[in-house]
């Protein structure tokens, strides 16, 4: 792209179509008379805008929409619309109004009269039409026909064909998201450094604190202010580049340029936070969410990419994993040793040595010669198995599969039209074309019961290297001029390949079961849109404190992203950690969503066990903690599917206004419930915290005593300690009966935590249903309201009707009430009083209600006398 | 979930809570071994075993934990800290964790754990009879073995001192002869060195004479060259001007080394250091040896090519690496070095008297050497018994008789060898050379000798030393059972020997699951 020769792009005026619903307009470009674009500007329901620029009329080469991130083709709103001479103002939802500039072409958008958003107002739009291979090739072409990175040749046959658009975020003072990267939760200014790279790439060994390419790409931006909050969703599935400024650096000092900008302008209007979104090719289709609030923009985006489905129970529970777990006995025997020294486990997993000579869909025949047993072993304690399914299919004309894909033509193909051949783990390898609906359908076939010999519903799927990874391959992946179906080329589609594939192997898991059995999938490459398939862990990681630092600012960037199912390996995949990075790993991996423990080949043996005494006990104790809190994060989840709201929140999002908070990211909010400000350092004994909110209390989960500062606090960390608060004002449902796995405790009594504000009110809901098939979606869960007012704890079963459970609840405590109460009565479905027995703590400013034995979905209220 | 379902859920709640009320004077509270059931008493108020709280006794084992030490609730899943006894008459009764109380997994042979799902038709049948039987046999079969093998043990043990004497004896003995053999070798070596040094002098005119003739030598060589220098300059220098000009470098085809027919520039100016002219003396100091490389500029280009096939073998034998290093020999082969030397003067010149004193000098040396090598010998013998008498064969030299042997397991990929007290290697049946999994180190863990590490063992690519820990149970024939690989480069054994067919031990080594439910 040529920087020199500005383009300006205007709106025609002739052309423009306004109707209640969209705004149509031609655009022209200065520099190629011939050529003319179209523009398209809806509006969509819940605040949002959709701006869409393809060319007008034929192309050379049909150019890439990645539909395929968008849950449903989003619902339009009407708009009223007025034109004159130079703009055209649009007005959605009555607060939000649009005025389009018709030369040069740019848009300005306010929210309840406050300047939110500009589009090109730094007139940096961009897009390169198609065009013939020129005889000679100018100057600034060179690169755009051909280019070479080491000794890989992109042949670059279409030319040029990038598309590019600025966005100004005037309302914002921060700005995040665009996951996934390895740096801060606040994005930083690019001045003087590369923009954040979205190219999925399997990256060895990462470096942290830059923008460079990982293995996920999530074009979405949110802006944030004390005003208002903004996104902008980028809909392009090719590399793109994204530069940012106008907010802190990587040296928190402002650039030279945009000191002397700032000096020349005379104001800080440079200062406004801004993105530019440069993409190689595809069209220009962007989203812009309103807001006004960060959860409100959460929620816009959710709409469009969709949320979690809730997923089945066990995988929020943890995970046991190591690249390998080297035979059916290993799996036995370190299964047996989490009972001998009585830690929980949910899930053990088998990375790529499980299989016969890494041909996926089979098993090595000594080594995993009974998988059906080994199954069976674990599902005899309630616990599940994942096995890992790789999207490049080993070159093996014994191989089943691979014959399969070259009968039927289902591989990706080289510039030539021959079968792409590249190095993967099996060696020589292909890989599937999931742009083909026909590869779709046969690969999900693969996952049925009757063609993945063994296994049972109780095996869960691990998609990895599919970004895709190719070991011989430019940047490692997949050469930008292979040919996909449809007669796209692989720049076209690049990031949404691991999308593609677990999309098919959701629809596998979803047939094998007939529809009933929610999947559990977890996937390494990530577009917008994956949530509604996978989870995503961070990738391969290290044992280093650093890395565990860094897997808050990456799953809360992912989270805001719309994907909230997120973790990083617990104890880092390369290298050995030592027990106290061990542990503190494990006290933080408890309060992410995602919490599973990975380690490389070449690392030592790491199981809780493998250590002393300590280390065991401060595993086992993190680890059961998680579980205790199984109903906070399952009524969370069930909370993100409906509302889009994320699991794990960044602090600003809860308080919003609180500008202290914009960037921290060594804490966060897990749903609206416990700030978890975890140790993220060596040798660390104390450490600060800061607490959010004004008139907010926050109560220690272990001691219950109360914090009412507001702003940064020391506390005391020793290595038995995570520092966890509950959120006063809170009602927090744990099931304190911790057992060898999640489905062992289905029918378990509850406990319910009360931690009343300083109105000395408190709220909270739960969600229960069957906790792995998808007949909640037929009405069969149950949703409970609690409140504490007026000394007194309602519980409202809103929908109870049509799920039994045998759950109940076996005792209340309320944090931080005076004693004043001897004893409290119970009054259940409206029925006769019956007397309970309550214990107050004075040390802690505890009361406990002693077994009200009422079942969990009755209606009732316990008052305190 | 039924109407019926959910009356027995109630019915659930309330037996939790009223089966002790209504049945206390019938049985001892659920959950707690006979032994200890005096500690409950129905009819008084029930104080926590840490003293924490009186509790009425209607709350013991009521579904809620009152204690903050879970003694209140022996029988049910209450407590996080708490633990459940079954009783399993018919087999060993056990300890469980209060979590596994009615988790729907039968934990409890008598299925007295899961008492709330029993209500369930077939949910935990009680198998300790079946158990317990085969728990008894199997422990019958145990103690056979342990019998046998304890017999064949105090053989071992037999064995082991026997050879402790014999090794001490041997030692005893050795240093008798190590001391005859050290004064013959100092003898030796005395008249070796009075025979050298005779002939040291006889032969040091034949040296000098030696050293004269190669001189000489060396002086006509150099005149040659400088001949043929003179003769190439003259050859070259057409014109006879003293000079060799350009032209006369063109002219002359010994310059054209690429064949083309005529001297290129570069050949030129290689030649001429881009000098017009050279003279005869920068000829003959600087333009002769040049020229020389020039023609003979091929065999330069041959010995290059040979070296990275070198190079291959070298990082192939740095790989396989780590050999060991015998220091005997690489002594020796400095020796031959030495003898070589001294031989380079030509015996055919030496007189009769010479050559008769070259002759003495020559068996002395020989002499010495075979008394040096008996001393050596002895020596090495010495210490590898005083080594062996150091190593640990049990506290009872019970694994002494099992030093050196070597016994093999062979799976799909590999057959493992482990040599006792001596070394463990692996091969490859698809061949390619045996790697060494470790050498013997000691006895390592608790209990004492049942794990016994080899470490040192040849580097990993990319990684570290490879080790093993070989695990000892008591079987009647040595056998190696099993050989896993469980981390990287670090190995596990399982070996069976009679020597530790010991049951005290045993029962110290015994899996882990036992002593932790002890514990809880």
Redesign the interface.
């Known amino acids: 792209m040529n920087k020199n020769q500005k383009t300006a792009f205007e709106l025609v005026p002739d052309s423009v179509i306004l109707t209640d619903k969209y705004f149509e307009a031609l655009i022209s470009n200065s520099n190629y008379d011939d050529v003319s674009l179209r523009m398209r500007l809806d509006g969509l329901k819940d605040s949002t805008l959709r701006l869409r620029i393809n060319k007008d009329g034929n192309q050379m080469y049909n150019r890439f929409q990645p539909v395929h991130a968008l849950v449903s083709e989003p619902i339009t709103e009407t708009m009223t619309m007025a034109r004159n001479a130079s703009t055209v103002e649009l007005e959605l939802s009555k607060v939000i109004k649009v005025y389009i500039t018709i030369a040069p072409f740019k848009l300005d958008v306010y929210v309840n009269k406050e300047l939110t958003i500009g589009v090109n107002n730094d007139n940096l739009m961009q897009f390169e039409h198609y065009r013939p291979k020129p005889e000679s090739i100018a100057d600034n072409e060179i690169g755009s026909w051909e280019e070479y990175f080491k000794e890989h040749q992109d042949s670059k046959p279409r030319g040029p064909s990038a598309v590019a658009m600025d966005f100004k975020l005037y309302s914002s003072t921060s700005l995040y998201g665009l996951p996934e990267h390895a740096d801060s939760l606040a994005l930083k200014s690019t001045a003087g450094s590369d923009p954040y790279r979205f190219y999925n790439l399997d990256v060895f060994e990462y470096e942290l604190y830059n923008g460079m390419a990982l293995y996920g790409a999530v074009p979405f931006l949110m802006g944030h202010g004390k005003k208002n909050s903004v996104g902008v969703f980028w809909l392009n599935a090719a590399e793109t580049w994204v530069d940012i400024a106008g907010v802190k650096g990587n040296t928190d000092h402002p650039s030279v340029v945009e000191s002397i900008v700032n000096l020349v302008s005379g104001s800080s209007i440079e200062n406004v936070p801004r993105a530019h979104f440069m993409s190689e090719c595809g069209i220009i289709d962007f989203f812009i969410m309103l807001g006004p609030k960060p959860l409100d923009v959460t929620r816009q985006y959710s709409s469009l990419t969709g949320t979690t489905p809730l997923p089945p129970l066990f995988s929020l529970a943890y995970h046991q994993c190591r690249w390998n777990y080297?035979d059916q006995k290993?799996v036995h025997d370190v299964e047996?040793?989490f009972d001998?020294?009585?830690i929980p486990m949910d899930v053990m997993w088998l990375d790529i040595e499980y299989t016969d000579s890494k041909k996926y869909f089979t098993w090595d025949p000594?080594k995993f010669s009974e998988p059906l047993e080994m199954v069976n072993n674990l599902t005899?304690?309630?616990r599940k198995l994942v096995t890992i399914i790789d999207p490049h299919i080993k070159r093996d004309s014994n191989y089943f599969l691979h014959n399969d894909a070259i009968n039927n033509d289902l591989y990706v193909k080289n510039k030539d039209g021959d079968v792409y051949e590249g190095w993967c783990w099996p060696g020589s390898s292909s890989y599937l074309d999931f742009m083909n609906p026909k590869v779709q359908e046969y690969y999900a076939s693969r996952y049925s019961i009757d063609n993945f010999v063994g296994p049972t519903e109780d095996i869960f799927i691990w998609n990895d290297m599919n970004e895709p990874s190719v070991f011989n391959g430019p940047e490692v992946t997949m050469p930008k001029d292979c040919i996909h179906h449809g007669s796209y080329e692989h720049r076209d589609i690049h990031n949404i390949y691991g999308l593609l594939q677990v999309m098919s192997t959701y629809d596998g898991l979803m047939k094998r079961s007939n529809g009933k059995k929610r999947p559990f999938i977890l996937t390494r490459s990530h577009f917008a849109g994956t949530q509604r398939f996978a989870a995503v862990w961070t990738g391969d990681n290290m044992a280093d404190w650093s890395h565990l630092k860094i897997s808050l600012p990456m799953c809360l960037s992912l989270a805001i992203s719309g994907i909230s199912f997120c973790g990083a390996d617990v104890g880092g995949f390369f290298n050995n950690p030592d027990k106290e990075l061990l542990i503190r790993w494990y006290q933080t991996g408890a309060f992410l969503p995602f919490f599973r423990s990975h380690a490389h080949?070449?690392?030592?043996?790491r199981e809780p066990w493998l250590f002393d005494e300590q280390t065991t006990f401060l595993i086992r104790d993190a680890i059961?903690t998680r579980y205790t809190l199984l109903p906070l994060w399952y009524s969370l989840f069930k909370n993100h599917e409906l509302t889009g709201s994320p699991v794990i929140r960044p602090l600003f999002f809860e308080f919003p206004y609180e500008e202290q908070l914009n960037d921290i990211d060594n804490e966060f909010m897990v749903g609206n419930v416990l700030l978890v400000c975890p140790v993220l350092d060596q040798n660390v004994q104390e450490l600060t915290c800061y607490f959010p909110g004004h008139k907010e209390i926050w109560y220690d989960r272990d001691t219950y005593q109360p914090i009412k500062t507001n702003g940064l606090m020391k506390i005391q960390a020793p290595i038995n300690k995570v520092p966890v608060y509950q959120r006063g004002g809170t009602i927090v449902p744990t099931k304190?009966?911790?057992?060898?796995s999640s489905v062992?405790?289905k029918d378990?009594p509850y406990t319910l935590i009360v931690a009343i504000d300083l109105k000395a009110i408190a709220k909270g809901s739960l969600y229960i249903d069957d906790e792995e098939s998808f007949e909640y979606r037929n009405g069969h869960f149950i949703y409970i309201e609690y409140e504490y007012i007026n000394n007194q704890l309602i519980s409202k079963c809103l929908h109870c009707e049509d799920f039994?459970t045998?759950s109940?609840v076996?005792?209340v405590m309320i944090i931080g009430i005076p004693n004043v109460f001897t004893k409290a009565s119970i009054q259940v479905n409206g029925g006769g009083l019956s007397e309970l027995s309550v214990l107050y703590n004075t040390h802690n400013q505890v009361l406990t209600v002693?077994?009200p034995?009422v079942?969990i979905a009755q209606n009732w209220t316990i008052t305190l006398l | 979930?039924t109407e019926m379902?959910?009356f027995y859920?109630i019915l659930?709640?309330f037996c939790g809570?009223f089966t002790v009320i209504n049945c206390t004077s019938i049985v001892k509270p659920r959950g707690i071994a006979f032994e200890r059931a005096s500690l409950y008493v129905p009819d008084k108020d029930f104080s926590c075993f840490d003293g924490s709280s009186v509790i009425p006794f209607s709350f013991v084992n009521?579904?809620?934990c009152?204690c903050p030490d879970a003694s209140d609730e022996p029988g049910t899943?209450?407590c996080?800290n708490g633990t459940f006894h079954c009783t399993n008459a018919g087999h060993t009764s056990l300890v469980i964790?209060s979590?596994?109380v009615n988790?729907?997994?039968c934990d409890c042979c008598d299925g007295s754990d899961e008492w709330a799902n029993n209500f369930r038709k077939d949910t935990c049948d009680n198998t300790c009879e079946e158990l317990g039987r085969a728990a008894r046999e199997e422990a019958e079969r145990v103690q056979k073995i342990f019998v046998a093998g304890y017999e064949i043990r105090a053989q071992l043990i037999a064995k082991g001192k026997e050879l402790r004497l014999e090794k001490q004896n041997r030692i005893t003995e050795l240093f008798e002869v190590q001391r005859e053999a050290e004064l013959a070798k100092n003898n030796t070596l005395y008249a070796k060195e009075t025979a050298e040094e005779i002939e040291k002098s006889v032969l040091e005119k034949y040296k000098v004479m030696n050293d004269e003739k190669k001189r000489q030598e060396n002086e006509s060589e150099k005149l040659k060259d400088q001949n043929d220098a003179f003769e190439m300059f003259n050859q070259i220098d057409t014109n006879k001007n003293n000079k060799i000009e350009e032209e006369e470098v063109d002219a002359y085809s010994a310059f054209d080394q690429n064949n083309d027919g005529k001297v290129s520039q570069d050949e030129k100016d290689y030649f001429m250091e881009n000098k017009k002219e050279i003279s005869l003396e920068d000829f003959m100091l600087n333009g002769w040896s040049r020229l020389k490389k020039l023609i003979f500029a091929e065999n330069v280009d041959v010995k290059e090519t040979e070296h990275p096939a070198d190079n291959v073998d070298n990082d192939k034998q740095l790989e396989e690496g780590d050999l060991d290093e015998n220091e005997d020999e690489s002594e020796s082969v400095d020796d031959e070095v030495k003898y070589t030397e001294s031989d380079e003067l030509d015996e055919s010149q030496y007189d009769e008297e010479t050559k008769l004193i070259v002759e003495e000098a020559k068996q002395a040396r020989n002499a010495f050497e075979e008394a040096d090598r008996k001393f050596r010998d002895l020596q090495r013998e010495v210490t590898h018994l005083q080594e062996s008498l150091n190593k640990d064969f049990g506290p009872e030299d019970e694994f002494a008789a099992l030093d050196g042997e070597c016994y093999e397991l062979s799976d799909?990929e590999y057959v493992y060898k482990l040599c006792l007290f001596d070394q463990i290697t692996q091969r490859s049946k698809n061949g390619g050379s045996e790697v060494r999994l470790g050498t013997w180190n000691s006895w390592i863990g608790e209990p004492k000798y049942r794990t016994m590490l080899y470490d040192r063992g040849q580097h990993c690519w990319?990684?570290p030393q490879r080790s093993t820990h070989v695990r000892l149970t008591c079987g009647l024939e040595p056998a190696l059972l099993s050989a896993?690989?469980?981390?990287?480069c670090?190995y596990a054994m399982d070996f069976v020997v009679p020597a530790v067919c010991v049951q005290d031990n045993e029962m110290l080594s015994a899996p882990?699951?036992e002593s932790?439910h002890d514990e809880?």
């Open positions: 080297n290993d047996t040793n001998v020294y009585d000594v005899s304690k309630g080949i070449d690392t030592k043996r059961r304190q009966r911790v057992r060898r062992l405790m378990d039994n045998k109940w076996e005792k002693r077994k034995a079942g | 979930m379902e959910n859920l659930t709640i809570i009521d579904d809620y009152d899943s209450a996080p964790p979590s596994r988790d729907g997994i799909r990319n990684g896993t690989e469980p981390n990287r670090e882990v699951t932790e809880l």
